[in-house]
Every structure is written in structure tokens, then in C-alpha cells.
């Protein structure tokens, strides 16, 4: 079943219906949905896209929480996939960038309950930035000194230090 032609209730609803639905349930039901879809434990990973200037490819999203809406390009990794494979689908699909990962991750970190975090430095070698509104209601190439304070506590920290390096 695609995304456009979801059910909910006994009726199809498009994916502004889904965001809608999927904001109001809360953080454990989302949970417990999620992990229906994915195995044992879930992967996300998250890769850090920059400009020519040095500059980080941040996201406000739609379907995180205000108060910690702005991430980096990510999302969690398919079955079977490569997590590099799943990093360079994710910003694909979420900004029309492609790009190339590394083989490393720079950070791995256990998320919350059963997840696993890993952050890949990734290249853009094409596309041009253009969002997937259902996913993403803003894009900034952020420097130092402009990473937004909505961010999640532990990811915050994170970006700041990528301009240490």
C-alpha cells in the first residue's frame, strides 16, 4: 500500500490526513507504531551535509516536536539495508540532494529504548535542494553560530562540536 493511499479508521486519507494523525498520538503510541514496522531494534541514521562555506544542511520536521523540530537529513534504515544505502536514501528523499557517504560513522550513540543512532559525514555530488513538504517545512545552511535551539538535547551538542573540527 503506498503512502497516498494509506487507511485510518476505515478510510483513505492522504499524507496531510497521515501528519495530521501522526502528530496527535504522542510519542509512546508513535513509538509502538513504529516498531511494528521495523525488526528487533530500529536504526536511525543521519548524515551531515555541508556547503561549500563549511556550512550545515539542517531540517525542520515536520512530524517532530516543536521544541526539537530541527535535525539533520535522516530517518531510520530499512531492513536489510546498508546504513550508508539508508543515510544517502533518507537525504534523497528528504531534500533531492544525492550525495556520497562515508563508510564510517563519526558518532554512534544508543537512542531511546531499542534504537541505535549512527552519523555519517556525507558529499553532495548532485540534485538541487528542493523539500519533501511532508517531511520538512524548512531547510538552513546553519554556521557556528546559527544552529537553532530547537534541537533535540543530544543532537544539539553533536552539530555544535562539527564546527570544532
Do not use: K
Not at 5 to 23: H, I, P, T, Y
Not at 41 to 69: N, S
Not at 138 to 145: L, S, Y
Amino acid at each position: 500500500m503506498a503512502w497516498e493511499d494509506s487507511w485510518v479508521g476505515g478510510r483513505a486519507v492522504g499524507r496531510r490526513g497521515l501528519v495530521w494523525v501522526w502528530r496527535r498520538l504522542g510519542g509512546r503510541v508513535q513509538w509502538r507504531l513504529a516498531r511494528f514496522r521495523h525488526d528487533t531494534f530500529l536504526v536511525y541514521a543521519a548524515g551531515v551535509v555541508r556547503d561549500e562555506q563549511g556550512r550545515v544542511l539542517l531540517l525542520r520536521h515536520r512530524l517532530w516536536p516543536e521544541y526539537r523540530a530541527w535535525g539533520l537529513p535522516g530517518g531510520y534504515v530499512n531492513a536489510g539495508e546498508r546504513l550508508q544505502d539508508g543515510v544517502a536514501r533518507e537525504i534523497r528523499e528528504e531534500t533531492s540532494l544525492e550525495v556520497e557517504v562515508d563508510g564510517t560513522p563519526f558518532h554512534v550513540a544508543s537512542g531511546f529504548r531499542h534504537r541505535v543512532e549512527a552519523y555519517y559525514e556525507a558529499r553532495v555530488t548532485g540534485g538541487r535542494l528542493s523539500l519533501d513538504p511532508a517531511e520538512v517545512l524548512e531547510a538552513r545552511w546553519c554556521g557556528a553560530d546559527e544552529v537553532p535551539d530547537e534541537m533535540s538535547v543530544r543532537l544539539r551538542p553533536l552539530v555544535v562540536s562539527l564546527f570544532r573540527s
